[in-house]
């Protein structure tokens, strides 16, 4: 892929549903929303990514997936709102986060760096404002990872390259719904400021 002057085009997003832990602090596979599947698909594209993943090990969870994009890519959905269709082509759907991965290694002739998010600080975590300004000045491809369920497990902050420190508000109250933790990061990596 030729080098593209716009930090978001070297930025993917992956919405991984496994490993992710449950509230009591298990391994498990979450089900994917229709909610996720459209509002961050349409952050994506506002903030012009290169591609957003949804990476589920269960089969009927990606035929879902694959099942509304679908509509809206080919189906009545596609005409009806085509702001929609244009987020939608940035989704592939994926058992695995090596399967997208491997998919951006091969688009970008080198392997992408692995941003992990979540909730809960992690030592060593970066701020937005630091990875902003390693996206200007460097041409590394990065996949952004956000967790479902009660977050990412620790086997996932495992394989980082970067660690992207929480949102916080001003209480102790932090439990932000997916979609709105992916854009409000992007805001603040790719956002015009």
């Known amino acids: 892929m030729s080098e593209i002057a716009q930090p978001g085009s070297r930025v993917s997003i992956a919405l991984l549903h496994h490993p992710v832990y449950d509230k009591n602090r298990r391994v498990v596979a979450t089900a994917v929303t229709n909610l996720d599947l459209h509002d961050i698909a349409r952050a994506a594209r506002t903030f012009g990514l290169f591609r957003y993943y949804v990476v589920t090990p269960v089969e009927e969870q990606r035929e879902l997936a694959q099942r509304i ?106 439990h932000l719904s997916v979609r709105s933790a992916a854009a409000i990061i992007l805001d603040r990596l790719l956002g015009n400021r």
Not at 117 to 138: F, I, N, W, Y
């Open 69 to 174: 994009g679908r509509h809206w890519l080919e189906g009545y959905g596609a005409g009806y709102n085509p702001k929609r269709r244009e987020a939608l082509e940035l989704m592939r759907v994926t058992p695995a986060l090596d399967d997208a991965l491997a998919e951006l290694a091969r688009e970008y002739g080198r392997p992408a760096k692995v941003v992990v998010t979540g909730a809960q600080g992690h030592p060593g975590s970066v701020s937005c404002a630091d990875l902003a300004e390693r996206l200007k000045c460097c041409g590394d491809p990065c996949l952004l990872l956000f967790g479902t369920g009660w977050g990412l497990t620790e086997e996932v902050f495992a394989r980082a390259d970067v660690v992207l420190e929480p949102i916080r508000g001003p209480g102790d109250y932090n």
